[in-house]
């Protein structure tokens, strides 16, 4: 028996912003999950079926669905079931939280979001020995690249003083030489590999919770950065429960058993695509870890440099010879540098997708040229601005932070841009990174009265087109997504105010009244 054919949806009522240079029109028609026609009220309805689907949008503005094009959604997912530190602002706090999720046998205990930036020190186990003398407690900073454990969690992971530090990473250790517990970038894999997995229904549980969430803020697509992510995606799309467009980046240590099996970028269907090769050149900025051209002004050195030059060489030429770009972590000025000379000037991309930066903190005003004739992706995330203000002036200084988060420059330059969220550091919500990547300001105001760099900031377009068009562009599909022109999918969002237009402000505070993929309603407020 043949299925029935979807009826026409007809919304008319507001605005529709179809992007691609294109001028607003007053309605749009989908049919069989793509866009037929859009226009007058007049035109449109003209075209419609008699017995089409109207939806008034109530004065409410379209955009094509918001994409966040840097996402670990698992592990925000299953994240949201543990124990969250996020905000909490003492070290004594922290541990007061932690202590009423102790579990009464030995299992593990774990947890995220700590900010050693609040607390003003660095965490040692001895507070976690004090509450859990014998279960694990493993608690992932905000940024996530350190690890704060206690005792029993080194004893299970044999991490003590004879263990050496592993490549690109450190094992902070006390003046007699023991580990405080503390394990910072690769030394965090020590102890992660011995947390047990949850299980497949707990995974995708979560994810569909997580999926809800991602709808509910006019999210229909996101390019994902973690190990499993590929299996967890493929598991909701086998069972028909993916209604997220997923470009699925995969790890460098996965490299050779893609090319095994002859994983090539752009592979996949309409729900999941394979991505690049995720390679860490440092670490981050709070940690005090990402790589840096000179020391840190706080104290302490240059940084981690979590993959050698050469060994990053090697690793983008054979994943560029194997048909895979390469997505590159690069936070300081140092590792920006390198990962621009490197894909921009050394190797080139396969031709099913360009080669991306992920993060491009802090990019030097001399650096501008390179990065924008590169033809790399620039995957930044404006809302780690609202944090990371304080802290870039601690550790960079002013002077250097005038290349920092250079959204406007590099944009207009001629960089693809791209703006994520990166989950679970920042919140998924895009709302706040709107308002970053347009007021450049903190959490809570301006910085010392007014925008930090606001010579940087983008226009509302600029920043609504590097949540759509962007990534869709950098996923080498701008032909089919990230526009709400004919014959292109039927993904977009619905909201109370129109985003073009609005204050900073009211960027923050609009919301998402319905969110439709594939012509599919799947939120609807």
């Known amino acids: ?205 979560s994810l569909l919770e997580a999926q809800a969430e991602a709808h509910r803020l006019g999210i229909t697509a996101v390019h994902s950065v973690e190990p499993t992510g590929l299996a967890d995606f493929e598991r909701l799309r086998a069972r028909d429960q993916l209604r997220l467009r997923v470009l699925q980046h995969i790890m460098l240590e996965q490299l050779d058993a893609a090319m095994t099996v002859g994983l090539r970028s752009g592979f996949g269907g309409d729900w999941l695509k394979i991505g690049g090769v995720k390679m860490f050149l440092d670490g981050a900025l709070g940690s005090c870890t990402a790589l840096m051209r000179e020391p840190y002004e706080s104290g302490g050195g240059l940084g981690i440099q979590t993959l050698s030059s050469a060994d990053f060489r090697e690793a983008a030429r054979r994943a560029a010879a194997a048909g895979l770009a390469s997505t590159v972590h690069a936070i300081g000025d140092a590792a920006v540098e390198l990962a621009l000379r490197v894909l921009g000037d050394e190797v080139a991309p396969p031709a099913t997708l360009p080669h991306r930066i992920e993060h491009l903190q802090l990019c030097p005003p001399d650096l501008w040229e390179l990065a924008c004739r590169s033809g790399v992706v620039a995957s930044m995330q404006s809302t780690h601005l609202l944090t990371d203000i304080p802290a870039a002036e601690l550790h960079w200084g002013t002077e250097r932070s005038r290349g920092a988060y250079a959204f406007a420059p590099l944009l207009r330059g001629g960089m693809t841009l791209a703006l994520g969220s990166d989950v679970p550091v920042e919140t998924l919500d895009p709302r706040p990174g709107l308002f970053a990547a347009t007021c450049r300001e903190t959490w809570t105001g301006p910085w010392q009265g007014g925008e930090w760099f606001p010579e940087h900031s983008l226009t509302n377009a600029e920043a609504i087109s590097a949540y759509t068009e962007g990534p869709a562009d950098a996923a080498r599909e701008g032909h089919r997504r990230g526009r709400l022109l004919p014959g292109y999918d039927a993904d977009l969002a619905v909201w109370n105010r129109d985003p073009l237009t609005a204050t900073p402000q009211e960027l923050r505070e609009m919301n998402c009244t319905m969110t439709v993929v594939a012509g599919e309603v799947v939120h609807r407020a």
Request: proline letters at 8%; glycine letters at 10%; charged letters at 25%.
């Open 1 to 205: 028996m043949k299925a029935e054919e979807p009826k026409d949806i007809l919304f008319l009522g507001g605005r529709v912003h179809l992007l691609g240079g294109r001028p607003p029109a007053e309605a749009l028609l989908v049919r069989a999950g793509r866009v037929l026609v859009t226009g007058s009220e007049a035109d449109v309805r003209s075209t419609a079926a008699p017995d089409a689907t109207v939806i008034d949008l109530e004065g409410g503005t379209i955009t094509p669905g918001l994409t966040d094009a840097h996402v670990h959604l698992t592990a925000w997912a299953l994240g949201r079931r543990r124990v969250d530190l996020s905000g909490v602002a003492s070290l004594d706090a922290a541990v007061e939280k932690v202590a009423r999720f102790v579990p009464s046998g030995n299992g593990w205990l774990l947890g995220r979001g700590w900010n050693r930036h609040l607390w003003g020190e660095l965490p040692t186990r001895r507070p976690l020995d004090q509450i859990s003398p014998h279960a694990p407690v493993l608690l992932e900073s905000q940024d996530i690249h350190s690890a704060w454990l206690n005792s029993e969690a080194l004893r299970r992971c044999s991490i003590d003083r004879h263990t050496p530090d592993p490549p690109g990473g450190h094992i902070v250790r006390d003046a007699d030489g023991d580990p405080t517990g503390l394990l910072l970038e690769s030394a965090r894999v020590l102890a992660l590999r011995h947390v047990p997995r949850p299980d497949e229904a707990e995974v995708l549980d």
